[in-house]
């Protein structure tokens, strides 16, 4: 925690018909640090529904509780997701920027963001042998993102639809760098 005792809070979003579990797994870097509060929701139905009904209630509901037992740093508040979740952690992301600095998408396939809000950081990290979601998927996201003129840092590595260590603690402290 900062000087002040407020923490860096991180929204992490499961894959497709994973589970809050996979969510932490993704981010298993952030809960080795101390201070940081991570809150992993679980989605209503096997995907996230980024635009309406019960999966914003449940996120909304979870990080309202985070605030609630957590002094959390307005300045370090990150959404972060893996697969399916990354997709769905850019587009919330980016139309919440004024509430998310940072977005974290570990191999994301899509990115629907019709008004965006804000210019917050963004850190990609796909691998090159995925064929789940093939690296092209993140490599035109990354292109719309800096066309658009978001600051991003993109990682690529050996390996497949999956997020190895160093990739987790490469976000992590990517995120709580600033």
């Not at 797994?25 to 809150?39: I, K, T």
């Not at 609630?68 to 919330?92: K, V």
């Not at 090159?128 to 979601?133: E, H, K, L, V």
């Amino acid at each position: 925690p900062g000087r002040s005792g407020a923490r860096p809070l991180l929204l992490a979003l499961h894959g497709a018909g994973g589970s809050s579990d996979d969510g932490l797994w993704a981010f298993r870097a952030a809960l080795r640090s101390p201070g940081m509060v991570v809150v992993a929701p679980q989605a209503e139905s096997r995907v996230w529904n980024p635009f309406y009904g019960p999966d914003l209630t449940t996120i909304d509901r979870a990080l309202k509780r985070a605030f609630e037992r957590c002094r959390i740093d307005p300045r370090q508040i990150a959404i972060g997701g893996f697969s399916d979740g990354a997709g769905n952690a850019l587009t919330l992301g980016l139309v919440n920027g004024d509430l998310f600095r940072a977005m974290m998408a570990l191999a994301p396939g899509a990115l629907i963001a019709e008004k965006p809000v804000g210019k917050p950081r963004v850190f990609v990290a796909h691998g090159r042998s995925d064929t789940t979601i093939p690296i092209r998927a993140s490599n035109a996201i990354v292109r719309e993102l800096r066309a658009a003129r978001y600051p991003v840092t993109y990682r690529t590595f050996p390996g497949g639809h999956e997020v190895p260590d160093a990739i987790s603690k490469a976000a992590v402290s990517w995120f709580l760098r600033g």
